[in-house]
């Protein structure tokens, strides 16, 4: 079946604008996670959603990120008034519940001018 | 802070021989200790895990050693292919919580 697919692979914006990065999780996986990955780091965990509720969003760096997952399945990370710190490569992965294994997407490339 | 060290920042090796990459943790806490593969433009995969109930874990040419007591683990490549060459990230879990370290680059050369 389909893996974790993310879109765009790629996103340039501008500083100060709102981004939204959308996730598609393996179906049936309830569990999704959101990260980022700065150049030559590990991914870095931002928000953990069990079904549509965000069960862990302590990695959240402020208010300017949210992210929602509506119907348990897809899921959006909004970011607003993006500052140039946020430019990263932003990963997305599902696992079929809570501590299981995780299958990442190939993240989307924010870059923020 | 830095949960989880991870060691050395690149690695260059011939082909057929042994790389070695090695990680420490904090949190005794974390029960779950995965090694990922990523290739550039793509999202990590899951290589290999181990929990802390056993000392070694092989799957092929990648083993695991891992020391509980000195809150260490490390991933061994026996016979490296050029293949291999990727970056490698340990981490360290519990439930949802999963801390990676910083990355190995690893060339493998033929």
């Known amino acids: 079946g389909a893996g974790v697919s993310q879109t765009p692979s790629n996103k340039v914006t501008e500083k100060g604008k709102y981004v939204e990065l959308r996730c598609d999780p393996i179906s049936g996986h309830t569990a999704l996670y959101w990260y980022r990955q700065s150049l030559g780091q590990g991914p870095e965990f931002l928000i953990y959603?069990?079904?549509?509720?965000?069960?862990?969003d302590s990695g959240l760096p402020n208010d300017r990120f949210f992210a929602v997952r509506p119907e348990g399945s897809v899921s959006t990370l909004k970011i607003q008034r993006t500052e140039r710190g946020d430019s990263a490569v932003y990963l997305c992965?599902?696992?079929?519940?809570?501590?299981?294994?995780?299958?990442f997407g190939p993240g989307t490339r924010l870059t923020v001018l | 802070q830095q949960q989880v060290k991870q060691s050395p920042q690149s690695l260059i090796v011939q082909k057929g021989g042994i790389s070695i990459i090695n990680c420490a943790y904090e949190n005794t806490a974390f029960d779950y200790f995965p090694w990922y593969q990523q290739f550039p433009g793509k999202g990590p995969a899951l290589l290999i895990a181990?929990?802390?109930?056993?000392s070694e874990k092989k799957e092929g040419r990648f083993t695991i050693s891992f020391n509980k007591s000195a809150k260490q683990f490390s991933l061994h490549i026996m016979d490296s292919q050029p293949g291999d060459s990727a970056t490698y990230f340990c981490a360290a879990s519990r439930g949802n919580d999963m801390r990676f370290g910083a990355g190995t680059r690893l060339t493998v050369k033929p």
């Open positions: 992965a599902s696992s079929l519940n809570r501590g299981g294994e995780q299958f």
């Open positions: 959603f069990q079904g549509t509720g965000a069960a862990d």
């Open positions: 181990i929990r802390p109930d056993v």
